[in-house]
């Protein structure tokens, strides 16, 4: 079994930072790409950013500037390092990770159970 578990979601005031911790544990073999998504009231769930095990990274156009996705291989562990917070960036947040658990399995997708992140004065 496989789990992610996300860590450092709350509150705080705009412009302010947080950094979002997720540790995937469990059967892993490898992990391809690790990432961050986020599901705001009332929206679909959206990327956010992502990693890959070479550091390769990808953003938001919204979080650009602001976000930062790094990730510790040895840890099995990727990190958000959330800058400049607005009110529009509050969602739960899903850490996401594509793994293969064994050398003979093909890969697929796992998620946490999220992490909230509210931004209010």
């Known amino acids: 079994q496989v789990q992610l578990v996300e860590s450092g979601g709350g509150l705080v005031q705009p412009g302010g930072s947080l950094r979002l911790s997720c540790a995937a544990s469990g059967s892993i073999f490898s992990i391809t790409t690790m990432g961050w998504y986020r599901q705001a009231p009332g929206k679909e769930r959206e990327l956010v950013a992502q990693i890959t095990s070479r550091a390769g990274t990808n953003y938001a156009d919204p979080v650009k500037r602001r976000f930062t996705i790094s990730r510790d291989n040895a840890k099995n562990t990727v990190y958000l390092q959330m800058n400049m917070l607005k009110p529009e960036d509050t969602a739960v947040y899903y850490c996401?990770?594509?793994?293969?658990?064994?050398?003979?399995?093909?890969?697929?997708?796992?998620w946490g159970k999220g992490t909230l992140v509210t931004v209010s004065s």
């Open positions: 996401n990770a594509w793994l293969r658990s064994s050398w003979s399995d093909g890969g697929m997708d796992y």
